[in-house]
């Protein structure tokens, strides 16, 4: 189904409508904050399901709050305006929404306050963003942004350059994709997706303070790893060459999902194939989004078709 509208500045308009200036403070400076968020189509009950959509929100507010950034709706206003976008879109696939906060201010001039604030929601067919059947890495000589830089907790747009530098000298190099290290040199997380390694059956990932989004999809392989797998997850400082020597990776991000790796540097990771933890993980997640499973839908699945608006 064609995109038919948007979301922008407090109304539902024509797609054709969503424009902003050439001189935009956001554009010329990437002064704004985003959020990605997948909708997926569930066949047998007719419905898009929007996964933890509370949860970017949640996390929504907090870049904001680090940019100086002031919404005007509550979190539960952004969850109904967000399903009133794909109902208006007629939207019965798999869908991307997009909200994107930003200084709107038409200015020369680096700063944060004392300019007006603006805010869109795009809602969009998608499939998959990267290979999730096995993808080759890189490690990446760009470095990954650092916390008195430009917080790598917060979704800041202008530090997705940061990554596109990585994306491309991985691609460019022969790889599928980046894996970026922190200025001391522990493995970070890849161009735009958080890492886990699996080692003697247990799973480890980057910490906090390693420099990470805080993802929401790295938050749920945890608790799924934990309570479907019987697997612990050791949030640590995670060596370069523990890549090499890993019995599984995988990566995981809205966009990614579950993306596993199976080289390293032109290294086989275990046996070069996905590993069974990978697998199952992978196979979870995709039953949990879908709203195949009981014991997660009410909690982290909203239903866009549950309450349809009445004309």
Known sequence: METKELFMNGEFVPIERGMISVRTHGFAYGTGCFEGIRG??????????????????????????????????????????SA????????RQDVYLRPVAYKADQTIGVRLHGLQDDFIITSEPVGNYIDT????????????????????RAKISGAYVNSAFAKSEAMQNGFD?????????????????????????????PAPTENI?????????????????????????IDRTELYVADEIFMCGTGAQIAPIISVDHRPVGNGKI????????????DVVRGRSSDYRAQWCTPVYAHERVS
Do not use: K
């Open 133 to 152: 059947n096995g993808m080759s890495a890189g490690v990446s000589s760009w470095r990954r942004i650092d916390d008195n830089a430009i917080p790598a």
């Open 213 to 237: 989004l805080l993802g929401i999809t790295r938050d749920t392989v945890i608790e799924l790893a934990r309570r479907e797998l019987g697997r612990i997850t050791r949030e640590r400082q």
């Open 275 to 286: 590993g069974p933890i990978s697998s199952a993980i992978q196979q979870l997640y995709n």
């Open 84 to 91: 009133e976008l794909v109902q208006r879109n007629g939207q």
């Open 40 to 81: 997926y189509w569930n066949e047998s009950e007719q419905q898009v399901y929007l996964f933890r959509l509370r949860e970017h929100y949640e996390r929504l507010m907090r870049s904001c709050a680090i940019l100086q950034i002031s919404l005007p709706y509550t979190v539960d206003q952004l969850i109904d305006i």
């Open 177 to 205: 994709e980046a894996i970026m290290l922190t200025h001391e040199g522990h493995v970070s997380e890849g161009s735009a997706e958080n890492i886990f390694l699996v080692i003697n059956g247990e799973l480890a990932t």
